[in-house]
């Protein structure tokens, strides 16, 4: 970690990455609901308490057979009862015996086959002849033939999204133990924003920092409150110490260069942040700034990621920067899930790497991305149309069919 203050040298976009899943430390765990725990990270390995089927039942609509013969087409059965889902009969079948079953019907003892009521003739509410030879043990659902009872389901840090919520609560999984959620605090910095269309002729600008991050951490699982703060120092200073006691993650956008209103980082040092670093060779998002408060006799620690102004680096540092930062405090210390592609056009070079919003598609069976207009680090209109954001390397003048790295954005 770098002093109070300190400044180095630009540090590359892995090293960037680096830090920010390596240095924040994991937040406390909670015993949650299942249901309310959505887009939160698993602390505990989870283990089946039941087998999958917990009972052997039928995988369709049909009827429950014994019969040892080898071949069963034209064979007659004398037809006993009738099973639902949720019930059960406690007769034992007998050779050339079946029981009308249903899907999810618990198989009665005796059963050899299910026959499905496509492949079956009904003679009589008492007899039915099969039309089609079926395999021994058709159509029949083991008992913990998906998972048996003591098997792992879930690993720590394993991300509970809707299936994993769906599968977990089919094993009979009520609570389980999660990170909680990043308690986060969002300040975007300046004077500028305009509030109504009559104030864009006294310089400002409509503020597009602001909803672009209530949507982001609304789309990540998170409530955030927007806090809008003036360019003065006092204001600044005031708002990081109210909150570096009380949350995990401040988010600041704009105030981390180094113009004359750019106050983010000295206010920081002065209540306590301590910098892990500042400036990343990268276009956008270059003043980059990661700092960490520490209470250790509190065992807490907040962490400030402070944002550019400028709406496409802040976005995307979010998708690159924050998102990391918000999964290591939940133990999910893995790096961006890069995707390769091919590039479908020349590109000129730039002397810092680059993240460009691009369009990715499929033709004949290859990932290609096309660059999209309006790459300025203060326009968002691509966007529209972006589905990725791709890494360009420096200083390279790239011709089509070049392999380039990228992530998808689906938000």
């Known amino acids: 970690m770098s002093g109070c203050g300190t400044e180095r040298g630009l540090i590359s976009i892995d090293e960037a990455i680096e830090l920010i899943i390596r240095q924040p430390k994991k937040l406390n765990s909670i015993n949650q609901i299942l249901q309310n725990s959505l887009s939160r990270y698993i602390a505990k390995d989870i283990y089946s308490e039941i087998n999958l089927p917990s009972f052997s039942q039928s995988a369709v609509d049909g009827y429950a057979l014994c019969s040892h013969a080898e071949d069963l087409h034209q064979l007659r059965f004398q037809v006993t009862g009738e099973i639902r889902a949720g019930s059960e009969s406690h007769d034992i079948l007998s050779e050339g015996q079946a029981i009308r079953i249903f899907t999810g019907g618990k198989i009665p003892e005796g059963t050899t086959h299910v026959a499905r009521q496509e492949i079956v003739s009904v003679v009589s509410a008492q007899e039915i002849i099969l039309t089609e030879h079926i395999r021994l043990q058709a159509d029949i659902r083991f008992t913990g033939e998906e998972i048996q009872e003591g098997q792992l389901l879930a690993q720590t840090g394993q991300f509970l999204n809707i299936g994993s919520l769906a599968a977990l609560s089919m094993a009979g999984v009520q609570t389980v133990e999660i990170y909680r959620a990043p308690k986060v605090a969002v300040l975007v910095t300046g004077d500028e924003v305009a509030e109504k269309p009559e104030d864009l002729a006294e310089g400002k600008i409509f503020d597009a920092n602001g909803p672009l991050l209530k949507a982001w951490f609304e789309d990540y699982g998170l409530d955030v409150e927007i806090i809008h703060v003036a360019d003065e120092a006092d204001q600044v ?149 972006a589905n990725c954001l791709v890494r360009i390397p420096a200083k390279e003048k790239l011709e089509a069919g070049y392999i380039l790295k990228g992530i998808f954005i689906s938000n």
Request: a negative charge; proline letters at 5%.
């Open 237 to 385: 200073t005031q708002y990081f110490n109210q909150l570096k006691d009380t949350h995990d993650v401040i988010i600041t956008t704009g105030g981390v260069s180094v113009g004359d209103y750019d106050f983010v980082r000295p206010c920081a040092f002065e209540v306590g942040f301590e910098q892990i670093f500042w400036k990343v060779k990268q276009k956008p998002g270059k003043p980059l700034f990661f700092a960490e408060y520490s209470q250790p006799e509190k065992d807490h620690h907040c962490y400030l990621l402070g944002l550019p102004g400028n709406p496409a680096a802040v976005y995307v540092s979010m998708q690159i920067y924050g998102k990391a930062l918000l999964d290591s405090l939940q133990a999910n210390q893995t790096e961006p899930q890069w995707f390769t592609a091919i590039l479908d056009h020349d590109l000129k070079e730039d002397a810092r790497e680059r993240f460009l919003r691009m369009y990715a598609y499929f033709e004949n069976g290859q990932l290609k991305v096309k660059s999209l207009a309006k790459q300025q680090s203060h326009m968002l209109s691509n966007l529209m149309q």
